[in-house]
Every structure is written in structure tokens, then in C-alpha cells.
């Protein structure tokens, strides 16, 4: 038996926020409130005093890179899920742009069996909409699903053809599948390094319009509305694509969108002296993108943070601006960088913890996670929010280290991190 005492416990699905025990035996959680534990004493207790600290659900990733199989120097599902614990993620969700493409039932039963043996976070993989990411043949989604794919996407690389799209969307809605777009009209970004505006013109490098984002997630709302299909935007960067899922969702329609920290803590500006590990996909946009960004995560347009977890090591990042690849580390930073809102107002505890847990899970119907019910599997992740560090390469478990906050000062940090009542990470004192 394992009791979690004194800590400030969330569980987003019943509205708790208080501070309370929490007690697990067997991999589920047994009692959860004021006082829970009291009385329960002996050698079969183990008590873990939390106080000062945050006690929320296991977070849930919807949009990771975990390179196995096929770029194992950058990131190997070991490291990656590593790191996720580290990050208080207990399940992840990989993206198919894997080498070879996870376009088939085999590739994902072998990432679902290894994660599976290594005993970490959850792995619930996207398979590819369409075979080799090419955006023509659909892939076998019921072979997709049956193999253990919660959701298909193309990932980096936007289903350009509408009829290859409202034909994805046909064939996935029979499955219940989510449908995962990176919304790019690739027409209007061919070249393109950072976001189009004053600083790219300052860098003279060439600029990525925000329109590009905006048309595909209009065409898409309208396929979506069509037929019927579950529709998710990844990392959404502007304020005309939130104002589209704003006016779709009040519409009643079956759709949703994710944000990353890195496009809530971050502008246009951090792109000055080339630096490269804010090279990102979509590009880091100006003021107004962000603030709406913000203001949309905090009213719930937009559903959940997801870190889009990029690894790159040193051969793709430390290079000329034009040359490097696109992406950053996240998955072991999210949390002292979502702190920094709630610290500056822009969001709410409980509403951080929300987009965490039970928002992106609310999106894996048949998954249990996202909350902490008496009853329920005992996946947790304890938050210091006052813990400082600093961000070093030796102090991430990631095999790469290209985020912005490299040898920064952050604070808030993940102190303890449960699966299914299991301690997989611990911060050491």
C-alpha cells in the first residue's frame, strides 16, 4: 500500500482541488480525501509525504516523436519514455513519421510490445492516414486499430488532396478513430524558415503566412462537418485557426485542437540570432497568435497541451538556420513552462492540469486515464511547482537536449511519477 500524503490533489473530472491523501493498493487507487489515510499504520504502508506539492492525474501526451523505429540516435522508445515519466506523462501518444512509416499493423505491434516491456509510460501510437506519409493510398486503419492505433495522421506532412481527406475521414469515422491534421498548405510554405513577418524580413529569411495554417483547418471543419468524423488540429499556432474551431465548436461539431508549450511561451522574436532550437512546425507566431492561443486554452477552444516532443541532436540543430530541422525537445520542460502562466494568470491550476490530463483523454474514449477516481488505475504525477533547476544535458533523460530553455533557470519540476501505483520516476532530494 502506498499513501501520497498532504499534497494538493486534483482530479479535473470531479472538480477536487484540496489538499488530501491519496492511498493505492495494487495499482488502483483506494481512497482519495481529507484524512484518507488516517489509521492505516504497519509495515505494509509506505508513506510518502507530499506536502507543498501538486497531486494530479498521469498526464496524457497527444503528440510525440519517439524515433524508433529507424532514427534511434536521436530518441529510442526507451529514452523517450524515459523522459515522458520524467515529464510526469504516464501516457504518450508517437506519431507515424517513423522510418519505416507506421503504416502497417506490424510496425505498430512491435512499438506497442516494447513499450510495453519496458514498463513505463502508456504507448498508444498514431498510425499514418495514408501509406509512406504521401497523402494517396489510404492505410489499412482497421488493421491500424486492431494493432493497437488510437488515431491516424500524417503528422508533419498535411493530406493536401480533399477528396484523399474526406475519404480518410469516411473510412476513419467507422472506426471511431481520431484524425490527426497538420494543417499546412505546403503551396504557400515551400521554403519557408520561421513565421512571415517583420522579423523574418529583419532575418531576410523566408516566411511562413499564418494563412497557410488557417485555409486547410477551414476545408477540414468542412469535411469534418460532412461526415461526421472526429477531427483534431495539431499544435494549432494562429488566431484565425482558433477562431475557426471556436465558431465549429459551437456548432456542436466533433472537433478539437491541442497546443504546445512552446507556442504559448513563445514569439517570433525568440527566432533572432538565428537560433535554431526555436525552429519549430509550425513556426513560432507573433503577440496576437500567442495571446489567443492562451485565451483559447483558457475558455477550452482549445483542449489540451501537447508537448509535439521533437528530438534532434547536435548534426541537425547545430548548424546554419536554413539547414537545421524542425523541432524541439519537450517532453521533460512542459511543466515549468506551462508554470509560467499560471504564475503570470494566464491560466488556472486547475484548468493546467485539465488540459494535462482529462481534456486529451476525453479524446481516447476507450482509454483509462486523465483522472483520479477511487477505483481507478493509479497513474499520477506529483508537481513540485516551486522546485528550481537547471536545464543541462545531463539533467534531462532524453537522448537530446535541443529545447530554448538549454542552461536556463526554470521552476517546477515532476518529483514523483506513478504507473498503475508503480513508482517509474523519482527526483532525487
Not at 481527406?165 to 471511431?176: G, N, P, S, V
Not at 483542449?303 to 524542425?326: G, I, M, N
Amino acid at each position: 500500500m502506498l499513501v501520497l500524503h498532504g499534497g494538493r490533489v486534483f482530479d479535473p473530472r470531479t472538480g477536487l482541488d484540496e489538499i488530501a491523501d491519496v492511498v493505492i493498493e495494487a495499482g488502483r487507487i483506494t481512497r482519495i480525501g481529507r484524512g484518507a489515510a488516517d489509521g492505516l499504520e504497519g509495515e505494509q504502508v509506505e508513506r510518502r509525504d507530499v506536502s507543498g506539492k501538486w497531486v494530479a492525474p498521469g498526464f496524457v501526451d497527444l503528440h510525440v516523436h519517439l524515433r524508433e523505429p529507424g532514427q534511434e540516435y536521436k530518441e529510442d522508445l526507451a529514452s523517450g519514455l524515459r523522459a515522458a515519466v520524467a515529464g510526469g506523462f504516464t501516457t504518450v501518444c508517437p506519431m507515424p513519421n517513423t522510418r519505416p512509416v507506421n503504416d502497417t499493423r506490424a510496425i505498430t505491434e512491435s512499438m506497442v510490445a516494447k513499450a510495453k516491456s519496458l514498463g513505463l509510460a502508456r504507448l498508444l501510437p498514431f498510425g499514418a492516414i495514408t501509406r509512406g506519409l504521401k497523402g494517396a493510398e489510404l492505410a489499412e486503419m482497421a488493421d491500424l486499430r486492431d494493432a493497437g492505433a488510437i488515431g491516424v495522421s500524417d503528422d508533419g506532412r498535411c493530406v493536401m488532396n480533399a477528396a484523399v481527406m474526406r475519404r480518410a475521414l469516411e473510412y476513419a469515422r467507422t472506426f471511431d478513430l481520431l484524425v490527426t491534421q497538420h494543417c499546412e498548405d505546403h503551396h504557400l510554405t515551400e521554403g519557408a524558415q520561421m513565421h512571415e513577418g517583420v522579423v523574418s524580413a529583419r532575418l531576410g529569411l523566408r516566411g511562413w503566412p499564418r494563412e497557410a495554417e488557417d485555409v486547410i483547418v477551414a476545408r477540414d471543419l468542412l469535411l469534418a462537418e460532412a461526415t461526421g468524423a472526429r477531427y483534431h488540429v495539431a499544435h494549432i499556432s494562429s488566431m484565425g485557426a482558433v477562431r475557426l474551431i471556436r465558431e465549429a465548436k459551437s456548432r456542436g461539431l466533433r472537433v478539437s485542437a491541442e497546443v504546445t508549450p512552446h507556442h504559448l511561451l513563445y514569439t517570433e522574436d525568440a527566432v533572432l540570432g538565428y537560433d535554431t532550437h526555436c525552429k519549430v512546425n509550425p513556426p513560432l507566431r507573433t503577440e496576437e497568435d500567442r495571446e489567443a492561443l492562451r485565451q483559447a486554452l483558457a475558455d477550452g477552444t482549445i483542449d489540451c497541451v501537447a508537448t509535439d516532443h521533437a528530438p534532434h541532436s547536435s548534426l541537425e540543430k547545430d548548424c546554419e538556420f536554413a539547414a537545421a530541422s524542425v523541432g524541439i525537445n519537450g517532453l521533460e520542460t512542459a511543466v515549468p513552462g506551462l508554470l509560467e502562466l499560471v504564475r503570470g494568470g494566464s491560466l488556472s491550476p486547475a484548468r493546467l492540469i485539465e488540459s494535462l490530463t482529462s481534456s486529451p483523454s476525453a479524446l481516447l474514449p476507450d482509454v483509462e486515464a486523465g483522472g483520479l477516481a477511487v477505483g481507478g488505475r493509479a497513474d499520477v504525477a506529483v508537481i513540485d511547482p516551486d522546485l528550481r533547476w537547471t536545464v543541462e544535458p545531463e539533467a534531462l533523460h532524453s537522448r537530446c537536449d535541443n529545447t530554448p530553455m538549454l542552461h536556463h533557470e526554470v521552476t517546477g519540476a515532476i518529483a514523483l511519477t506513478l504507473v498503475e501505483g508503480r513508482v517509474v520516476h523519482e527526483r532525487p532530494a
